[in-house]
T-cell receptor
Framework: EAQVTQNPRYLITVTGKKLTVTCSQNMNHEYMSWYRQDPGLGLRQIYYSMNVEVTDKGDVPEGYKVSRKEKRNFPLILESPSPNQTSLYFC??????????FGDGTRLSIL | AQTVTQSQPEMSVQEAETVTLSCTYDTSESDYYLFWYKQPPSRQMILVIRQEAYKQQNATENRFSVNFQKAAKSFSLKISDSQLGDAAMYFCAYRSSTGNQFYFGTGTSLTVIP
């Protein structure tokens, strides 16, 4: 089954404690992306990757890091999380101009 | 950066009736893709419909169709014969054919009244 898998689904943590949200896709897609969703703001792109070792900033990259060492994986790293990064996060992948496949989301709360 | 505007934060429709959700976008590009995604309370993002800008024909998927007006930069979604399961947040999205970023609108929350 074609899917994008994010883990964890829910996480409550404290300010400053490094965390990683993993994302994996099994469709051999070249393009992968991270979004955050906040009420009234829709989805905003954090980072995206066109292929292995190729990543670029989206609209809201501050406070986040990503890496793309393998085609299937695209983890999102918060080195020093802060409360303003409390949000719902989505990973997505696609091929070319095709629609993106989304993961089920990660609800992140930073106290 | 491109912008996508959904001017209706909330909409409601009677079951079995038709509703249209609006979306406008700002771009200087001639070739791009437009999408409508549905997000039910389960928060999954589900593709509803896709339109390529070079195609003049409006996309249709069963009860869902779009009115794509390229010159006006408008991309509205029409839902016919609305069902209770259509209740969700709907997002309009844009991606250029050459660029790598996706841009989403702020969403329209659709309520279906039995």
């Amino acid at each position: 089954e074609a899917q994008v898998t994010q883990n964890p689904r829910y996480l409550i943590t404290v300010t400053g404690k490094k965390l990683t949200v993993t994302c994996s896709q099994n469709m051999n897609h070249e393009y992968m992306s991270w979004y955050r969703q906040d009420p009234g703001l829709g989805l905003r792109q954090i980072y995206y990757s066109m292929n292995v070792e190729v990543t670029d900033k989206g609209d809201v990259p501050e406070g986040y890091k990503v890496s793309r060492k393998e085609k299937r994986n695209f983890p999102l790293i918060l080195e020093s999380p802060s409360p303003n990064q409390t949000s719902l996060y989505f990973c997505a992948s696609s091929f070319g101009g095709q629609p993106q496949h989304f993961g089920d989301g990660t609800r992140l709360s930073i106290l | 950066a491109q912008t996508v505007t959904q001017s209706q934060p909330e909409m409601s429709v009677q079951e079995a009736e038709t509703v249209t959700l609006s979306c406008t976008y700002d771009t200087s590009e001639s070739d791009y893709y437009l999408f409508w995604y549905k997000q039910p309370p389960s928060r999954q993002m589900i593709l509803v419909i896709r339109q390529e800008a070079y195609k003049q024909q409006n996309a249709t998927e069963n009860r869902f169709s779009v009115n794509f007006q390229k010159a006006a930069k408008s991309f509205s979604l029409k839902i016919s014969d609305s069902q209770l399961g259509d209740a969700a947040m709907y997002f309009c999205a844009y991606r250029s054919s050459t660029g790598n970023q996706f841009y989403f609108g702020t969403g329209t929350s659709l309520t279906v009244i039995p």
